[in-house]
């Protein structure tokens, strides 16, 4: 298995513009987070999806972050327009569903962004 | 005060060393106690996971959960310099899903 997938690894953008982010889940797994990573705030979470469907997306900081997962093996997370505080790791995680109220969470390499 | 504390480090310790590695946390309704392990330019990988209190053995890492203090750590055992990451403690309530991080800890084993 390839585990999760994103792309890009690195992004670079200036202030203003839209950034997309792509992940692909672990084939299988139900769930699918969005996390971000920064030295200040450690890692915190964006928004899980259940089955495609967005379930708690208490975390993403505001309107200008939006997440979809259009199908079981993709899912984006898309700010618009981008901020200098936009700076982070973005991280995608995807778990199975064992019957249990535990799943292990199965990170993907991130995505480096920054915004000029 | 935040939910999940944690010392950042850095923790510089020599090759065969035991590390002691801790969190705190605000919640009484964490039921979930995970180590995650992240090395540089990497995603968290999981270490090992507990279910309320008590302690977990694997291998080199054992992991201890008292939830009367709200206190939980990871002891690592004859620590390599293979070792060397950031530990971030995460906790979850019995819904299980949304994992609350600690900040990490970064840890250096010196050869």
């Known amino acids: 298995d390839a585990g999760v997938i994103q792309s890009p690894r690195h992004e670079v953008t200036e202030m203003g513009q839209e950034v997309t982010l792509r992940c692909k889940p672990i084939s299988g797994h139900d769930y699918l987070f969005w996390y971000r990573q920064t030295m200040m705030r450690g890692l915190e979470l964006l928004i899980y999806?259940?089955?495609?469907?967005?379930?708690?997306d208490s975390g993403m900081p505001e309107d200008r972050f939006s997440a979809k997962m259009p199908n079981a093996s993709f899912s984006t997370l898309k700010i618009q327009p981008s901020e200098p505080r936009d700076s982070a790791v973005y991280f995608c995680?995807?778990?199975?569903?064992?019957?249990?109220?535990?799943?292990?969470?199965?990170f993907g390499p991130g995505t480096r962004l920054t915004v000029l | 005060q935040k939910e999940v504390e944690q010392d950042p480090g850095p923790l510089s310790v020599p090759e065969g060393a035991i590390v002691s590695l801790n969190c705190t946390y605000s919640?009484?309704?964490?039921?979930?106690f995970m180590w995650y392990r992240q090395y540089s330019r990497k995603g968290p990988e999981l270490l090992m996971y507990?279910?309320?209190?008590g302690n977990k053995e694997d291998g080199r890492f054992t992991a201890q959960v008292d939830k009367s203090s709200k206190y939980i750590s990871l002891f690592i055992r004859d620590s390599q310099p293979s070792d060397s990451a950031t530990y971030l403690c995460?906790?979850?309530?019995?819904?299980?899903?949304?994992?609350?991080f600690g900040p990490g800890t970064r840890l250096s084993v010196l050869p």
């Open positions: 995680a995807s778990s199975p569903f064992t019957g249990g109220p535990y799943n292990e969470q199965f």
């Open positions: 919640n009484s309704a964490f039921q979930y």
């Open positions: 999806f259940n089955n495609n469907v967005p379930i708690d």
């Open positions: 507990t279910y309320s209190s």
């Open positions: 995460a906790m979850s309530d019995n819904y299980g899903q949304n994992f609350v």
